[in-house]
T-cell receptor, first 114, second 112 residues
Framework: DTAVSQTPKYLVTQMGNDKSIKCEQN?????MYWYKQDSKKFLKIMFS???????INETVPNRFSPKSPDKAHLNLHINSLELGDSAVYFC?????????????FGPGTRLTVT | GDSVTQMEGPVTLSEEAFLTINCTYT??????LFWYVQYPGEGLQLLLK?????DKGSNKGFEATYRKETTSFHLEKGSVQVSDSAVYFC???????????FGPGTSLSVIP
C-alpha cells in the first residue's frame, strides 16, 4: 500500500492552462504539505494544512490554490500556468504538527509547462 | 532568519570509500537537526535525527553528531555502496508551527 500517493506522476501542459495535482495519504496523519523542487533539487515549501486548516502559506503566487476536502487529501490547483512553474511537486504528510520534522513524501509530480 | 548550508556537490566516490557531507546551520533557539535522503525518482525520506547538542543520530550505517559549538551536523558513513547514490538534505526544525528548513541538497554518486 502506498503511504502517500500523487496523481498524475507526469503532467505536460501549455502556458495559460489550469491544472490540478491530487494527493492522498493513508497513514492517518493530521498534517499535509506541498513542496516545489526545482531543477537544482532545491526544495521550497508552499503550503501546509493541519486537520484541513491552513497553517503555512509561503509567498507563492495566488495562482496556486490548495484545497483539503478532508485530512487525508490535499490537492493543488494551479491557474494560468507559466514556464517558471515547471518543476517537481511533492506532497508530504506528518503525524501531526508536533512531529512535523518526520515527513513522509509522495513520489512527486513532474510538471512541464511548454 | 534560520538557514542550512551544505557542501556543494556533486560528490563522486568509489564503493567502500568514506563519506562526509558537511552541514552547518544558523538558527535562534534550540533547533532539532535532521538528514533526509532522496533516491532517484523518489520523494525524500527521513534518514536520521538529533534533537539536542551532542546527540548522535544514526541509521543504515550513516551517522551525524549535533555540534552546537560549531553549529554543524556533518553526515558520515564509513563505507559507501552504490545503493547510497542519492541526494542528501540537511534540515532543521524548531517547534510545532514552524516549517522544516531544508538545505540545498548534496548529490552523491558512488561508482563500483
Amino acid at each position: 500500500d502506498t503511504a502517500v500517493s500523487q496523481t498524475p506522476k507526469y503532467l505536460v501542459t501549455q502556458m495559460g492552462n489550469d491544472k490540478s495535482i491530487k494527493c492522498e495519504q493513508n497513514l492517518g496523519h493530521d498534517t499535509m504539505y506541498w513542496y516545489k523542487q526545482d531543477s537544482k533539487k532545491f526544495l521550497k515549501i508552499m503550503f501546509s494544512y493541519n486537520n484541513k486548516e491552513l497553517i503555512i502559506n509561503e509567498t507563492v503566487p495566488n495562482r496556486f490554490s490548495p484545497k483539503s476536502p478532508d485530512k487525508a487529501h490535499l490537492n493543488l490547483h494551479i491557474n494560468s500556468l507559466e514556464l517558471g512553474d515547471s518543476a517537481v511537486y511533492f506532497c508530504a504528510s506528518s503525524q501531526d504538527l508536533d512531529r512535523a520534522y518526520e515527513q513522509y513524501f509522495g513520489p512527486g509530480t513532474r510538471l512541464t509547462v511548454t | 532568519g534560520d538557514s542550512v548550508t551544505q557542501m556543494e556537490g556533486p560528490v563522486t566516490l568509489s564503493e567502500e570509500a568514506f563519506l562526509t557531507i558537511n552541514c552547518t546551520y544558523t538558527a535562534t533557539g534550540y533547533p532539532s537537526l535532521f538528514w533526509y535522503v532522496q533516491y532517484p525518482g523518489e520523494g525524500l525520506q527521513l534518514l536520521l535525527k538529533a534533537t539536542k547538542a551532542d546527540d548522535k543520530g544514526s541509521n543504515k550505517g550513516f551517522e551525524a553528531t549535533y555540534r552546537k559549538e560549531t553549529t554543524s551536523f556533518h553526515l558520515e558513513k564509513g563505507s559507501v555502496q552504490v545503493s547510497d547514490s542519492a541526494v542528501y538534505f540537511c534540515a532543521l526544525w524548531k517547534t510545532s508551527y514552524d516549517k522544516v528548513i531544508f538545505g540545498p541538497g548534496t548529490s552523491l554518486s558512488v561508482i563500483p
